[in-house]
C-alpha cells in the first residue's frame, strides 16, 4: 500500500493543487488507496450541489477504525497512541498504546452491542475530556453506531434538544467533570435532560469520573466498568459502506435551532488524514497536542482522526489553559515533548493577557509547528505566539475551516509557504477550489479581491446533509448561489491569491472559538416572562475575539436592573449554557426596525461596537428616535 502524499516543497504543492483541479477523482483516488478498503470503490465522485447530492468512493465497503487502530498494530503496537493529561497536574497522566487503545475500543465495542447498539443506532456523548471519550467514540464507529457528541457545557435542554434531534438509542457520560478548580455535574444534567421527553434513549453508560454523588435509574443506568466487564479484546469492525453516516455534529447557524451537521465514512476519513499530514507534517516520533474540545469539529477531526489515521501520538487535556496558573499549556507541552501544537486564538489572546514569563520559563524546544484554528487572529496575538511560544522558530498554521467542512481548507503549509504572513490563511489545500462572488453571486475574477467565499467543486469530507433535514442543508449552503457551497464568511485576496479571512457574513457569531446563532439567543432570553423582545449581536472583544451584547424590551418597569439582568443570565445559562451568556445587556424601550418589521441588527451592531458616528441613514426607520435614545444610554453607562 502506498503511504498518503506528503507535499514536501512548494513546487510539490504546485503539483498536487494542479492534478487535483485538473482531474479530482484521480487525485482524490491514488489517496485513497493508502487506507484498508474491505471493498474497494465502484466510482471516485459522483455529485451535485443543487440537491446537494455528493458521493465519494461509492461502491467501497470500510471500516475507518480498522484504518486508525488495527493497520498501526504491527508497525508501531507499542507506540504511544493517546497520551491524556488529567485536569489536576497531581494526577498521574495516562498513555494507551496503539495496541492498548484498539483493545479499549474494541471491548466497549462489544460492550455497546451488548446494549443491544446497532449500526446505524444514534448514541450521543456528554463527557468531559477523557480517554473513554475518545474510547467511547471509536467504539461507535467500530460497530458503526452514529456517534453525536454535544459538549459538556451545554445545558440539560440544549442536550435534551440534541437528544430528540437525532433519536439517539444511549447516552455515554460520567458521573461529574473537573475542570480547573471546579466540580461540574454531569450525570445530573443527563438526568435532567431525559427528564424533559428523550423517549428513543434505552441505555446511559456512566464514567466514574470524579466519584461524586448521583441519581440512579434502575434499568437504564449502568456503569461504564460494568458495561465492560468481561468484554473481549477484540472486536470484529462493522463493514460500512463508504458514504454510510459516521457521525453527527450539531452546530448553529443564522436562523433556528441548532443543526445536526452529518458526515460519512470513506471521505472523511481520507480529508481528515490528507489534510492533517500535510498541514501538521508528522514524523514519526512527534507528539501532536490539539487543545480543543471532543464536542466541536476540531476535536473530531484533529484529536481523534486525523492523528490516529496517520499513525501519530495525539495528547488529549481535561483542563483548562488557565488552572492551577497561566503556564499550563506551556508545562504540559514541556512534560510530553509536544512538537505539534494547535490551539484558538482566544486561548492565545487570554494566556498573552497573564504576561509572556508564564510561557518564558518553560522548555520548549521540541515545538515545531503552531497552529490557529476557529477564528480570525489578530496581529497581536499572532507575533506572540511566533516569538513567545514559537520563540521564532515555529511557522505558524493558521487553519481556516467549518464544522461543516470535515476537515481544513486553507492553511498556510508549514515550511513549505513561505513567506508566512501573519493573520492569513493564505492558500487552498489540494482538492479545495475557493471562489469568491459579490453579493448577487457575480464571481470576482481580479485576483485582488474582498467578497463572500464559496466553494466551487466537493472535497471528500463535505458535508453530507444536516440530520432529518435535507432542505435545510440545501437553503443553508447550496441555495444562495447556484452551484456553489457557501461557507458564510467574508474574505479578502491578495495580489498573490493569498486569502485572509475576514469573518462572517450571516447572524452567527464566534465567541471564544464557539459557533452561536443570534437568533439561538435571542430565543433564549425571549424565554424570561418578563422579555418582550430582544436582539443580540456580536461586537469586539479583546479576550473572546466576539461578545454578545444583548439589547432587550421588559414587559413592564424594572425598578431593579441588576436583578433582571441576572435573571435573564440564568435563562440564557439553562436554555444554551453558560458560553451564551451575554457580556453586556442594554434594556432598551425599542428596537430600531425597517417599516416591514425586521430588526436592524446592522445598526444595533455598530452601536455595540462603539462606531455611533458611523451608522448611516437611520431616516427609513420606523421608529428612528430610539436610535439616539439607544445611543444616549449606551454612552451613560446604562449598560452592564
Ligand atoms: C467558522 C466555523 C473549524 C473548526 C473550528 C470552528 C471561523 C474558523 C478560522 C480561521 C478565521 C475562522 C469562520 C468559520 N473560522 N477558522 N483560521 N480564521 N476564521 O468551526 O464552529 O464550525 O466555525 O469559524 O467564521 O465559518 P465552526
Given at each position: 500500500m502506498k503511504p498518503l502524499t506528503r507535499i514536501r516543497s512548494h513546487r510539490d504543492y504546485l503539483d498536487a493543487y494542479a492534478k487535483s483541479v485538473e482531474d479530482p477523482s484521480a487525485f482524490w483516488a491514488e489517496q485513497a488507496e493508502s487506507f484498508i478498503w474491505r471493498k474497494p470503490w465502484d466510482t471516485v465522485l459522483d455529485w451535485n450541489f443543487s440537491d446537494p447530492d455528493v458521493r465519494w468512493f461509492e461502491g467501497g465497503t470500510l471500516n475507518i477504525t480498522e484504518n486508525c487502530l488495527d493497520r498501526h498494530l504491527s508497525q508501531r503496537g507499542d507506540k504511544p497512541a493517546l497520551i491524556w493529561e488529567p485536569n489536576n497536574p497531581e494526577e498521574a497522566h495516562r498513555t494507551l498504546s496503539f495496541r492498548e487503545l484498539h483493545a479499549e475500543v474494541c471491548r466497549t465495542a462489544e460492550a455497546l452491542r451488548a446494549k443491544g447498539i446497532q449500526k446505524g443506532d444514534r448514541v450521543c456523548f456528554y463527557m468531559p475530556m477523557v480517554p473513554e471519550l475518545a474510547i467511547g467514540v471509536l467504539a461507535c464507529a467500530r460497530i458503526g453506531a452514529v456517534h453525536s457528541v454535544v459538549f459538556a457545557g451545554f445545558s440539560a435542554k440544549a442536550l435534551a434538544d440534541r437528544i430528540e434531534d437525532a433519536s439517539c438509542k444511549a447516552v455515554l457520560c460520567s458521573d461529574g467533570n473537573f475542570r480547573g478548580s471546579k466540580q461540574i455535574p454531569v450525570k445530573d444534567v443527563v438526568d435532567e435532560a431525559l427528564a424533559k421527553g428523550c423517549k428513543s434513549v434505552e441505555t446511559v453508560l456512566v464514567l466514574q469520573r470524579t466519584g461524586q454523588d448521583i441519581a440512579w435509574t434502575e434499568g437504564r443506568d449502568i456503569w461504564w466498568h460494568d458495561a465492560l466487564e468481561g468484554m473481549p479484546t477484540e472486536s470484529a469492525p462493522e463493514i460500512m459502506e463508504s458514504e454510510d453516516m459516521l457521525f453527527v455534529l450539531y452546530t448553529s447557524g443564522s436562523t433556528g435551532k441548532p443543526k445536526g451537521v452529518v458526515h460519512t465514512t470513506g471521505g472523511y476519513m481520507v480529508y481528515s488524514a490528507y489534510s492533517f499530514l500535510n498541514v501538521f507534517q508528522p514524523e514519526e516520533n512527534d507528539v501532536y497536542w490539539c487543545t480543543a474540545d471532543i464536542?466541536?469539529?476540531?476535536?473530531?477531526?484533529?484529536?481523534?482522526?486525523?492523528?490516529?489515521?496517520?499513525?501519530?501520538?495525539?495528547?488529549?487535556?481535561?483542563?483548562?489553559?488557565?488552572?492551577?496558573?497561566?503556564?499550563?499549556?506551556?508545562?504540559?507541552?514541556?512534560?510530553?515533548?509536544?512538537?505539534?501544537?494547535?490551539?484558538?486564538?482566544?486561548?492565545?489572546?487570554?494566556?498573552?493577557?497573564?504576561?509572556?514569563?508564564?510561557?518564558?520559563?518553560?522548555?520548549?524546544?521540541?515545538?515545531?509547528?503552531?497552529?490557529?484554528?476557529?477564528?480570525p487572529i489578530n496581529e497581536e496575538a499572532w507575533h506572540w505566539y511566533h516569538e513567545h511560544v514559537g520563540r521564532k522558530r515555529c511557522p505558524i498554521v493558521d487553519t481556516w475551516w467549518q464544522t461543516e467542512t470535515g476537515g481544513i481548507m486553507i492553511s498556510p503549509l508549514p515550511g513549505i509557504t513561505e513567506p508566512l504572513k501573519p493573520c492569513k490563511a493564505m492558500q487552498p489545500l489540494p482538492g479545495v477550489q475557493p471562489i469568491m462572488v459579490d453579493v448577487n453571486g457575480n464571481e470576482l475574477t481580479d485576483t485582488e479581491a474582498e467578497g463572500l467565499l464559496c466553494i466551487k467543486h466537493p472535497w471528500p469530507s463535505?458535508?453530507?446533509?444536516?440530520?432529518?433535514?435535507?432542505?435545510?442543508?440545501?437553503?443553508?449552503?447550496?441555495?444562495?448561489?447556484?452551484?456553489?457551497?457557501?461557507?458564510?464568511?467574508?474574505?479578502?485576496?491578495?495580489?498573490?491569491?493569498?486569502?485572509?479571512?475576514?469573518?462572517?457574513?450571516?447572524?452567527?457569531?464566534?465567541?471564544?472559538?464557539?459557533?452561536?446563532?443570534?437568533?439561538?439567543?435571542?430565543?433564549?432570553?425571549?424565554?424570561?416572562?418578563?422579555?418582550?423582545?430582544?436582539?443580540?449581536?456580536?461586537?469586539?472583544?479583546?479576550?473572546?475575539?466576539?461578545?454578545?451584547?444583548?439589547?432587550?424590551?421588559?414587559?413592564?418597569?424594572?425598578?431593579?436592573?441588576?436583578?433582571?439582568?441576572?435573571?435573564?443570565?440564568?435563562?440564557?445559562?439553562?436554555?444554551?449554557?453558560?458560553?451564551?451568556?451575554?457580556?453586556?445587556?442594554?434594556?432598551?424601550?425599542?428596537?430600531?426596525?425597517?417599516?416591514?418589521?425586521?430588526?436592524?441588527?446592522?445598526?444595533?451592531?455598530?452601536?455595540?461596537?462603539?462606531?455611533?458616528?458611523?451608522?448611516g441613514d437611520t431616516s427609513t426607520l420606523l421608529n428612528p428616535e430610539v436610535v439616539q435614545e439607544i445611543i444616549e444610554d449606551s454612552l451613560h453607562g446604562k449598560v452592564s
Open positions: 464536542g466541536w469539529i476540531t476535536g473530531h477531526s484533529y484529536i481523534i482522526y486525523g492523528p490516529l489515521l496517520n499513525g501519530t501520538t495525539t495528547v488529549m487535556f481535561e483542563g483548562v489553559p488557565t488552572w492551577p496558573d497561566a503556564g499550563r499549556f506551556w508545562e504540559v507541552c514541556d512534560k510530553h515533548k509536544v512538537n505539534l501544537f494547535y490551539t484558538a486564538p482566544t486561548a492565545i489572546r487570554a494566556l498573552m493577557a497573564k504576561g509572556s514569563e508564564w510561557v518564558d520559563k518553560h522548555d520548549l524546544s521540541d515545538l515545531r509547528v503552531l497552529g490557529s484554528v476557529g477564528e463535505i458535508l453530507r446533509t444536516t440530520y432529518g433535514d435535507h432542505e435545510r442543508c440545501r437553503q443553508t449552503y447550496f441555495s444562495a448561489f447556484k452551484n456553489l457551497y457557501f461557507t458564510g464568511d467574508e474574505c479578502r485576496r491578495d495580489a498573490d491569491g493569498h486569502y485572509r479571512i475576514i469573518g462572517r457574513v450571516d447572524d452567527v457569531i464566534n465567541v471564544s472559538g464557539h459557533r452561536l446563532g443570534t437568533a439561538e439567543i435571542e430565543d433564549a432570553i425571549d424565554e424570561h416572562a418578563d422579555v418582550v423582545e430582544a436582539a443580540v449581536v456580536g461586537y469586539p472583544h479583546d479576550i473572546k475575539g466576539q461578545g454578545i451584547y444583548a439589547y432587550l424590551i421588559c414587559a413592564h418597569h424594572v425598578d431593579d436592573h441588576e436583578q433582571f439582568k441576572n435573571d435573564v443570565l440564568e435563562t440564557v445559562t439553562r436554555v444554551i449554557g453558560p458560553i451564551a451568556k451575554p457580556d453586556h445587556m442594554q434594556i432598551v424601550s425599542g428596537l430600531p426596525k425597517t417599516r416591514s418589521g425586521k430588526i436592524m441588527r446592522r445598526i444595533l451592531r455598530k452601536i455595540a461596537s462603539g462606531e455611533t458616528d458611523r451608522l
